[in-house]
T-cell receptor, first 113, second 116 residues
Framework: DQQVKQNSPSLSVQEGRISILNCDYTNSMFDYFLWYKKYPAEGPTFLISISSIKDKNEDGRFTVFLNKSAKHLSLHIVPSQPGDSAVYFCAARAAYNTDKLIFGTGTRLQVFP | NAGVTQTPKFQVLKTGQSMTLQCAQDMNHNSMYWYRQDPGMGLRLIYYSASEGTTDKGEVPNGYNVSRLNKREFSLRLESAAPSQTSVYFC???????????????FGPGTRLTVL
């Protein structure tokens, strides 16, 4: 059973526009959420995170929104740049098991000129 | 400061062969992890080690063994490789340990393994 779901396997956005990547989760015990970015032939790299006590966290062009009641989070990239083209993984962690991250299946973002 | 390093980068095995994937980190992290990434499956945790001398099973541990050799090194062994173990393997580390605070995981570049 997939506890963290990224239902869009791919997304294509024009340079300068907003990219919105979505993630849904089923476990109400998740209290910390992260987004990782992965380029081909490289390991994932941490992008941004949010604690369940917040509903928004911003870092430059990247903003993560958390809607706990809907068990949904989203990553907004504004403005999108060609270098943002990568696979984005959503991940979640439960307070009772802080050693484990549960990852979604990823969304491939392509930013075209 | 190399972060997390993995060897080898690529490996081809025949069914039934054994091999060990090596991982080392130089960030003085307590916790280390092994994941596999398969198309459409995301990253799945195989084993992890919250501290030196301890290891625990993750989501998909069958067919694998691990050794936390010291604080820096965490190896993954395939005793008898099977085609189903064809995957990209990532090692990660974090400063998060038992009772630790929120932290992120840092990943190595991966090992692409093919089992024929």
């Amino acid at each position: 059973d997939q506890q963290v779901k990224q239902n869009s396997p791919s997304l294509s956005v024009q340079e300068g526009r907003i990219s919105i990547l979505n993630c849904d989760y089923t476990n109400s015990m998740f209290d910390y959420f992260l987004w990782y970015k992965k380029y081909p032939a490289e390991g994932p790299t941490f992008l941004i995170s949010i604690s369940s006590i917040k509903d928004k966290n911003e870092d430059g062009r990247f903003t993560v929104f958390l809607n706990k009641s809907a068990k949904h989070l989203s990553l907004h990239i504004v403005p999108s740049q060609p270098g943002d083209s990568a696979v984005y993984f959503c991940a979640a962690r439960a307070a009772y098991n802080t050693d484990k991250l549960i990852f979604g299946t990823g969304t491939r973002l392509q930013v075209f000129p | 400061n190399a972060g997390v390093t993995q060897t080898p980068k690529f490996q081809v095995l025949k069914t039934g062969q054994s091999m060990t994937l090596q991982c080392a980190q130089d960030m003085n992290h307590n916790s280390m992890y092994w994941y596999r990434q398969d198309p459409g499956m995301g990253l799945r945790l195989i084993y992890y080690s919250a501290s030196e001398g301890t290891t625990d099973k993750g989501e998909v541990p069958n067919g694998y063994n691990v050794s936390r050799l010291n604080k820096r090194e965490f190896s993954l062994r395939l005793e008898s490789a099977a085609p189903s173990q064809t995957s990209v393997y990532f090692c990660a580390s974090s400063s998060l340990g038992f009772g630790g605070n929120t932290d992120t995981q840092y990943f190595g570049p991966g090992t692409r393994l093919t089992v024929l």
